[in-house]
């Protein structure tokens, strides 16, 4: 799982970065994420993607586009920052939390209405595990990893994630990162969902 989620994050970087233009995916999702015999990731379907010039760190858009519980809050709404390529580290965050079980960590618990990343938040920050099935203590290290770098990557606004040339450092290192700063501490994540300034189609 931890050599598939560097692959992914490699792959993301290659496309901000490695490429004589910088490509924007805006669907990173598990659907789009094809394993060989080897189980090395390939990142698919670019049909959303958007093409940009390696030193444009903003990018204009005329609609929303993704896969809802993937897509960053920016994309829908101005008022959360401007598009950019934390777009894509936003999805892939909520990628590793879908790789790693966050959202099966629910169970015998009522959260129906709790934004699930808050929840993993809380239940980590209080001392709780990784609820998935793992038989090595160093395997359960691994996983608390993956969840916390993908909580550092669905920071709120785009300016509080890391670049995905931070994600790659912090998936190779032997340390667990610490836990990043608490982005759920305020409203604005319950006005994301009643505020939001639409984006027009004539921006």
Known sequence: MQGIALGIAKGIEYLHHGCAQQILHFDIKPNNILLDCDFNPKISDFGLAKLCSRDQSLV??????????????????????????KS????????????????????????????FPEWIYHHLEDGGEIAIEIEKEED??????????????IGWHPVDRPSMKRVINMLESQECPAMPPNPFGTSSVRSFATDLEAISESE
């Open 88 to 115: 894509d580290v936003y999805s892939f965050g909520m990628l590793l939390l879908e790789m790693v079980g966050a959202r099966n960590n629910n169970t015998g618990e009522n959260i129906t209405d709790t934004y």
């Open 140 to 153: 359960s290290n691994i996983a608390k990893k993956l969840t916390i770098v993908g909580l550092w990557c």
């Open 60 to 85: 204009s858009m005329t609609m929303a586009r993704g896969t809802i519980g993937y897509i960053a809050p920016e994309v829908f709404s101005r008022n959360f920052g401007k598009v950019s390529s």
